[in-house]
């Protein structure tokens, strides 16, 4: 796997990290084909947009890329369901709901059929499911597929995990779009119990759970609280800019 090596070292936004998830799953299951230096090519240039926020220009590298890991790796591959999870990022980011449905669904089920129903691989596709639901307002499916991905990932990597955290996150705003605000309230006070922890109480990471924080905080007319949190939140992100 010397090629995909050439471009893991980059960073992916999206939460399961096409790279790092590709190389694990490639490590769990022998190719029975290398991956073309087409798709790794096409991969890095995926990256390189979804970095720069361009998902537009993302949408067609995706499809691209799911068609030659189809190819080159066959369409149950774990990597096909990699990639058809990517594309399914790609299509909720441009609005492009149903498709996206589609896509993460055609994951979910490689993943299982594969893996199991507890795999971390598994955890990842629910939570962008979620994601998908949540933005589409069924939140009572979204938080479904929310805990399902949080039990996962606790299993998987612990209570006191980072991506326990980012799990806790997810579930709690959709909690809060739902108006289960105490459930919501519980949700984000241990994701960001668990970051400033993991991370430390002044990292980038730790102001999206104090805007949530506060978010509920101001909904639940505790104002002078909420002010105090939102003021730590920007303090964050000026000192992280």
């Known amino acids: 796997m010397e090629l995909l090596h050439t471009v893991t070292g980059r960073r992916i936004i ?6 790092s998830a590709l190389a694990l799953q490639s490590a769990e299951a022998p190719l029975a084909q290398e991956p073309t230096e ?3 090519v096409i991969t890095t240039r995926m990256i390189e947009r979804e970095r720069a926020g361009d998902y537009a220009a993302v949408l067609p590298l995706a499809t691209k890329a799911l068609a030659l890991a189809e190819e080159a790796m066959g369409p149950d591959a774990p990597q096909t369901a990699i990639y058809a999870d990517y594309l399914g990022m790609a299509q909720f980011h441009v609005g492009r709901h149903r498709e996206a449905e589609s ?3 055609r994951a979910l089920s490689i993943q299982e059929r594969l893996w199991g129903p507890d795999h971390v691989a598994v955890g990842n596709v629910l939570g962008h499911m979620g994601q998908l639901y949540c933005a589409w307002h069924e939140p009572k499916k979204a938080i479904e597929l929310f805990r399902r991905g949080l039990s996962i990932n606790e299993k998987t990597f612990g209570a ?7 799990a806790l996150h997810n579930l709690g705003k959709c909690l809060y779009e739902s108006q289960e605000y105490a459930e919501s309230e519980r949700a984000v006070l241990r994701a960001l119990a668990i970051r400033e922890r993991v991370s430390g109480a002044e990292h ?7 805007e949530s924080y506060a978010m509920i905080l101001r909904k639940t007319e505790r104002p002078a609280e909420a002010e105090r949190t939102e003021a730590r939140a920007r303090a964050i992100r000026n000192a992280t800019r």
Do not use: Q
């Open 103 to 105: 896509s993460f669904s």
């Open 14 to 19: 999206v939460s399961c990290g096409l790279i």
């Open 204 to 210: 980038a990471s730790v102001a999206p759970l104090l």
């Open 160 to 166: 006191e995990h980072a991506n326990v955290a980012s």
């Open 38 to 40: 087409d798709i790794l």
